[in-house]
């Protein structure tokens, strides 16, 4: 009777140890789940940290692209002043040059009220003589 308590006492005792290696057991499962998510998670950091430096990047090219744009209106408004200062200088190129015309105009006026004048001036010569 004696032996037959000691052998379920050991089965007993056997059955707990494996309890106790199959809690064990368990608990290795949980930290390798722990693990895995944490490397998920790590992972899915990582991940969102590099789509973030994408985007800085993007809004990086965006500005440069705006900045591009913004030198190239800069270039097209200078060159656009440049163009009309030009046209002003040949406006007054022109204009100095009617001016010019018309004082030689004037001046032929002149000359020619000049002759008109000595031809009256021998036509009175003429009649007194």
């Given at each position: 009777m004696?032996?037959?308590e000691q052998g379920r006492e050991r089965e007993r005792e056997r059955e707990r140890e494996r309890e106790r290696e199959r809690e064990r057991e368990r608990e290795r499962e949980r930290?390798?789940?722990?693990?895995?998510?944490?490397?998920?998670?790590?992972?899915?950091?990582?991940?969102?940290?590099?789509?973030r430096?994408?985007?800085?990047?993007?809004?990086?090219?965006?500005?440069?692209?705006?900045e591009r744009d913004r030198?190239?209106?800069?270039g097209r408004?200078?060159?656009?002043?440049?163009?009309?200062?030009r046209e002003r200088e040949?406006?007054?190129?022109?204009?100095?040059?009617?001016?010019?015309?018309?004082?030689?105009?004037r001046e032929r006026e002149r000359e020619r009220e000049r002759e008109r004048a000595?031809?009256?001036?021998?036509?009175r010569e003429r009649v007194s003589e």
């Open positions: 004696r032996a037959h930290e390798r789940d722990q693990e895995r998510d944490g490397e998920r998670e790590r992972d899915i950091e990582r991940e969102r940290e590099r789509e430096e994408r985007e800085r990047e993007r809004e990086r090219e965006r500005e440069r692209e705006r030198e190239r209106e800069i408004e200078r060159e656009s002043e440049r163009e009309r200062e040949r406006s007054r190129e022109r204009e100095r040059e009617r001016e010019r015309e018309r004082e030689q105009e000595r031809e009256r001036g021998r036509e």
